[in-house]
C-alpha cells in the first residue's frame, strides 16, 4: 500500500485554472509505480481522470480530462501533478490520486487492490 496526501483543491469559477499535487509519503515506492488521479461526486461512483507511468513517459486521460487536464510528476519530489484548465461545474468532485497497475497510451488498469487513496482534495466549480 502507498500512503499518499492530495492538496491544491479549491472553490474557482467556471473556465478557471487549479493544479492538484499529490505526495506520496510512505509504503511502496512512489518513483516505482504508475499513478492515477481519480474523483468522486456524492452520489457517484470513483471515475478515472488520468493515468501516468512510473517514468512520466506515458500518460493516459479519460475521456473527460482530454484537452483540459494535464498530468505530470516530479519522482525527485515523489510529487505527482495534476493541472486542471477550462474548469465546468461537472468538475466539481473530491479527487484521489493512488497508485495503479498498468498505463498506456490507450488503456489505465485501475487502482492497485489495498488503495484507495488519501482524504482527498475539493474541487468545486461554480458556474
Known amino acids: 500500500q502507498m500512503q499518499v496526501a492530495e492538496s491544491g483543491g479549491a472553490s474557482v469559477q467556471a473556465g478557471g485554472s487549479l493544479k492538484l499535487s499529490c505526495v506520496g509519503t510512505?509504503?511502496?515506492?512512489?518513483?516505482?509505480?504508475?499513478m492515477g488521479w481519480f474523483r468522486q461526486s456524492p452520489g457517484q461512483e470513483r471515475e478515472g481522470v488520468s493515468c501516468?507511468?512510473?517514468?512520466?513517459?506515458?500518460?493516459y486521460y479519460y475521456n473527460s480530462a482530454k484537452g483540459r487536464f494535464t498530468v505530470s510528476r516530479d519522482n525527485s519530489k515523489d510529487t505527482m501533478y495534476l493541472q486542471m484548465n477550462s474548469l465546468k461545474p461537472e468538475d466539481t468532485a473530491m479527487y484521489y490520486c493512488?497508485?495503479?497497475?498498468?498505463?498506456?497510451?490507450?488503456?489505465?488498469?485501475?487502482?492497485?487492490?489495498?488503495?484507495?487513496g488519501g482524504q482527498g482534495t475539493q474541487v468545486t466549480v461554480s458556474s
Open positions: 501516468i507511468s512510473a517514468d512520466g513517459d506515458i500518460i
Open positions: 510512505g509504503g511502496l515506492i512512489f518513483s516505482d509505480y504508475p
Open positions: 493512488a497508485p495503479v497497475g498498468h498505463v498506456t497510451e490507450w488503456f489505465c488498469s485501475g487502482v492497485l487492490p489495498g488503495n484507495n
